[in-house]
């Protein structure tokens, strides 16, 4: 290799990686976590060649990104949530190829699923979800499109070759229209999911953040970036566990400790604490259930009383929930997370239309019948806090957060860059109230630039 070819592979890797360095992938959320109105948040995403859109909820309870397929066995045909749904077909994208059960991608993939591969057909999958609702199909390799960042007014339209798969059946829940979406999009720590495939091809960081939006129309925004926020705090991710498990070690009401046995939160092969955002509630252990709520009514015992509704405990009060409910602490190893009243509680109408507030921590079991010893933070925890998932260093963080506003979000270069949560159309561009901030400062620069003139030519 001549020195001047040499220089020029240095000058395009450079190029490359300022491309890669000085840019942020990220998606524009839609949903809420209150059950009455969506119950999960989903972000719009783009397929094959050419590119056709898809809604799928985010998940960092599972791995990969999967979509439904044609042809579908009980695949919805409609959504609830108002979106129109699509079904990806592989004969109609010129850059879709299936995996063979031969590809080295599928040997990953059989560590996350049961294997449906032999040796004369494509590599399959059969997934089943806590709720009891599951999945078949196939991995398909295909273009996916993304939106880079580069700063306030300015998005790149990319695209990377990565493995997904692609639907045929469903089961259970997946196969109900209320809440329907075209896949789910996972974002956990194996090969095969979608920021550990654009991590080995150098498109993005090996970490991801996402604020889940909790009041009013819910939205929110998740990045492959580190949201960079002050006040935000770390803890480990527990080691060779399929899920995001972490230390939970405590429990505080009004910032008295609860008497549960830390054994009960640790991870172990049918115990451990998952940080889920595919998942609504949030699941407490069974040993842990009955000291958090009754801490809950006794807090609150002077104001109202406790009624069952729907099995959950709930309460009829005029006053603020804010103002009478206790605030919770859940202590992590080197971390607390501090909660409001509604990061525990829902509201739910009573028969004669009175607002009625419920503790949404369901008891573990309810979920699943193996998962009666689990804690499962879901969407009801998660939402109004920016959280970090820094797999690059194996920890997680967070900070309450209001995430209708702008995030600042790091690159490799240590530079911050701001973005809002509700900066994209579903087209990539810009809304209007940035571009009527662009606008005004046109309008200012052009009054300056006139009044400089009027100025130059009085003074002659």
Partial sequence: MSSEHFEMLKAHD??????????????????????????????????????????????????????????????????????????????????????????????????????????????????????????LGYYVSDEFHYNQYVNQYTTNNSSASITFGCSYNQSGDLTKSDRAVDGIFGFGQNDLSVVSQLNSQGLAPKIFSHCLEGEDRGG???????????????????????????????????????????????????RGTIVDCGTTLAYLAEEAYDPFVNSIITAVSQYTQPFIMKGNPCFLTVHSIDEIFPSVTLYFEGAPMDLKPRDYLFQQLSPDTSPVWCIGWQKSGQQATDSSKMTILGDLVLKDKAFVYDLQNQRIGWT???????????????????????????????????????????????LFLMSSIVILYSNK
């Fill in 220 to 270: 929110g925004i998740l990045v492959l970036g580190e949201i960079t926020e002050p006040g935000m705090v770390y803890t480990p991710i527990v080691p060779s566990q399929p899920h995001y498990n972490l230390n939970l070690q405590g429990i505080a009401v009004n910032g008295k400790q609860l008497s549960i046995d830390p054994q009960v939160f640790a991870t172990t092969n049918n």
């Fill in 400 to 446: 309450n957060f209001d995430c209708s506003s702008t995030v600042n979000v790091s690159v490799a270069t240590g530079e911050s860059k701001s973005i809002d949560s509700g900066k994209l159309n579903s087209n990539g561009s810009p809304p209007s109230r940035i571009l009527k901030e662009l606008d005004m400062k046109l309008c200012y620069c052009f």
């Fill in 14 to 135: 450079r190029a490359r990686h300022g491309r890669i360095l000085n840019t942020i992938v990220d998606f524009t959320l839609q949903g809420t976590a209150d059950p009455f109105v969506a119950g999960l948040y989903y972000t719009r995403i783009e397929l094959g060649t050419p590119p056709r859109p898809y809604y799928v909820q985010i998940d960092t309870g599972s791995d990969i990104l999967w979509v439904n397929c044609k042809p579908c066995n009980a695949c919805p045909l409609t959504s609830g949530l108002g979106i129109s749904l699509n079904f990806f077909d592989p004969q109609g994208s010129s850059s879709a190829r299936p995996l063979s059960c031969i590809d080295s991608k599928c040997v990953s993939a059989n560590q996350i699923s049961e294997s449906l591969c032999t040796t004369d057909r494509y590599c399959g999958y059969s997934f089943e979800y806590g709720d009891g609702s599951g999945t």
